[in-house]
């Protein structure tokens, strides 16, 4: 157990909707950062917050937003969802932004139908 | 040039071989290179990771080797066991920067 918890495990909704994944990070770490994993992809690095702060963006579509709570916890909000954006999404967080040393939550599966 | 090249997409070894996965880079600004390993319905896991100051980096029968020159490195896994039927990541990045550019993946199955 890497101490990031991701909620929900899994999610099925239809295109055109919108959700809300949630990361906490392991206590004491202050950056969480926000993956999408596909098939044709791979390993995406999407968005990193940093003690509420966002620090570095990645191949995040103007679609999708994210936020970090005072508590540290994140959210990734996807919106008007299609039918490309199923896939694993990973939280991992790191005490430092150095991204070093980040420990991955255990995902959530998104399916839009 | 962000790209992190990575082969094979699947690997099949016997139980005590060896295996290895190579990655290739571009970016020379690149000066931090992770693998991780990850197994079905988990996240990835940081297993093992290496400066370009250091030719190779060993930790259990897990080894590193890393080739400045060429823009490679590639990871060994020795006397492989079933336990070690994975997907290994390779990774790159520029510390004191975010991102972190992966590979493609490499599904390695060590049959008994």
């Known amino acids: 157990d890497s101490g990031v918890t991701q909620t929900p495990k899994h999610l099925i909704t239809a295109t055109g909707q919108r959700v809300t994944l949630r990361c906490s990070p392991r206590?004491?770490?202050?950056?969480v950062y926000w993956y999408q994993q596909s098939l044709d992809q791979g390993l995406q690095f999407l968005i990193q917050y940093y003690n509420g702060e966002e620090r570095a963006k990645g191949n995040i579509l103007e679609r999708f937003s994210a936020q970090q709570f005072p508590d540290l916890h994140s959210e990734l909000n996807l919106s008007s969802l299609e039918l490309g954006d199923s896939a694993l999404y990973f939280c991992?967080?790191?005490?430092?932004?150095?991204?070093?040393?980040?420990?991955f939550g255990q995902g959530t599966r998104l399916t839009v139908v | 040039q962000q790209q992190v090249k990575q082969s094979p997409q699947s690997l099949i070894v016997q139980k005590g071989g060896i295996s290895i996965i190579n990655c290739a880079y571009e970016n020379t600004a690149f000066d931090y290179f992770p693998w991780y390993q990850q197994f079905p319905g988990k996240g990835p896991a940081l297993l093992i990771a290496i400066r370009p100051d250091v030719s190779e980096k060993k930790e259990g029968r897990f080894t590193i080797s890393f080739n400045k020159s060429a823009k490679q490195f590639s990871l060994h896994i020795m006397d492989s066991q079933p336990g070690d039927s994975a997907t290994y990541f390779c990774?790159?990045?520029?510390?004191?920067?975010?991102?972190?550019?992966f590979g493609t993946g490499t599904k390695l199955q060590v049959i008994p």
């Open positions: 206590s004491g770490d202050l950056s």
């Open positions: 990774a790159a990045s520029m510390l004191g920067y975010q991102k972190v550019t």
């Open positions: 991992a967080s790191s005490e430092t932004g150095m991204n070093t040393e980040a420990f």
